[in-house]
T-cell receptor, first 115, second 111 residues
Framework: EPEVTQTPSHQVTQMGQEVILRCVPISNHLYFYWYRQILGQKVEFLVSFYNNEISEKSEIFDDQFSVERPDGSNFTLKIRSTKLEDSAMYFC?????????????FGPGTRLTVL | DAKTTQPTSMDCAEGRAANLPCNHSTISGNEYVYWYRQIHSQGPQYIIHGLKNNETNEMASLIITEDRKSSTLILPHATLRDTAVYYCIVRVPGSARQLTFGSGTQLTVLP
C-alpha cells in the first residue's frame, strides 16, 4: 500500500540553525500539507500546498518557514533560524483531491529537537 | 468546521467492542464526520468517514444518529494495538482544507 514517507525520523539542531525536513507524498497525490505537534499538545496545521503554490497557511507559518517541491517527488519544509519552541513532531500529509476523495494520509513524522 | 466533543479517555477489554462517542450538535448539512487515530506520536491514521448513513470498512464501523448530532465509532474486536488517541473531525469534504484536530479520546485496550 502506498504511503507517505518522511526523513529524517529525528533531527537535532542548534538554535538559530536552518533545518530542512523532507517528505515524499503518495505518488498520485496533488495536495500536500505540513502539520506539527508539540509534545503533549494537539496536532496543528501549518501549511497546505497545491500546484506549486501555498494554498493555506496558519498563523504559526511565519517568515521563518517555507515549503518547496523541488522535484516531482519531494516536498520539503524549511525552518530558516530554528527556535527552542520549534521543537516538535512534524507530520507531512497528502491527498488525492481533487482527483478523488480528500482523505489525508500522514507520514510517520520527523521529531525535531532544537537545543 | 463544526465543533466536536469527545470524552477524554476510555478503557476497553481486549477482544471486546470499543464504542467511541462524538457529539457534533452544530454540524451542517454538507459536513461529513471523519475519524482519525494517532498511536503514540505516530502520524495520524485515517479510519473512516460518513455523511448520514452508517459506514463500515475493514477497520471500523461508523454509526451516525438520524439527526446527525452525534456519532459512534465502533472497533468490533479491540486489540492492544488499537490503543491510541481517536479524533472525531467534522468537515466539508472535497475542499482539501486543513484538518482541525481536537484533544480526542485516549482509548486504552486492556489485556
Amino acid at each position: 500500500e502506498p504511503e507517505v514517507t518522511q526523513t529524517p525520523s529525528h533531527q537535532v539542531t542548534q538554535m538559530g540553525q536552518e533545518v530542512i525536513l523532507r517528505c515524499v507524498p503518495i505518488s498520485n497525490h496533488l495536495y500536500f500539507y505540513w502539520y506539527r505537534q508539540i509534545l503533549g499538545q494537539k496536532v496543528e496545521f501549518l501549511v497546505s500546498f497545491y500546484n506549486n503554490e501555498i494554498s493555506e497557511k496558519s498563523e504559526i507559518f511565519d517568515d521563518q518557514f517555507s515549503v518547496e517541491r523541488p522535484d516531482g517527488s519531494n516536498f520539503t519544509l524549511k525552518i530558516r533560524s530554528t527556535k527552542l519552541e520549534d521543537s516538535a513532531m512534524y507530520f507531512c500529509a497528502s491527498t488525492e483531491w481533487p482527483q478523488s476523495t480528500d482523505t489525508q494520509y500522514f507520514g510517520p513524522g520527523t521529531r525535531l529537537t532544537v537545543l | 468546521d463544526a465543533k466536536t466533543t469527545q470524552p477524554t479517555s476510555m478503557d476497553c477489554a481486549e477482544g471486546r467492542a470499543a464504542n467511541l462517542p462524538c457529539n457534533h450538535s452544530t454540524i451542517s448539512g454538507n459536513e461529513y464526520v471523519y475519524w482519525y487515530r494517532q498511536i503514540h506520536s505516530q502520524g495520524p491514521q485515517y479510519i473512516i468517514h460518513g455523511l448520514k448513513n452508517n459506514e463500515t470498512n475493514e477497520m471500523a464501523s461508523l454509526i451516525i444518529t438520524e439527526d446527525r448530532k452525534s456519532s459512534t465509532l465502533i472497533l468490533p474486536h479491540a486489540t492492544l494495538r488499537d490503543t491510541a488517541v481517536y479524533y472525531c473531525i467534522v468537515r466539508v469534504p472535497g475542499s482539501a482544507r486543513q484538518l482541525t484536530f481536537g484533544s480526542g479520546t485516549q482509548l486504552t485496550v486492556l489485556p
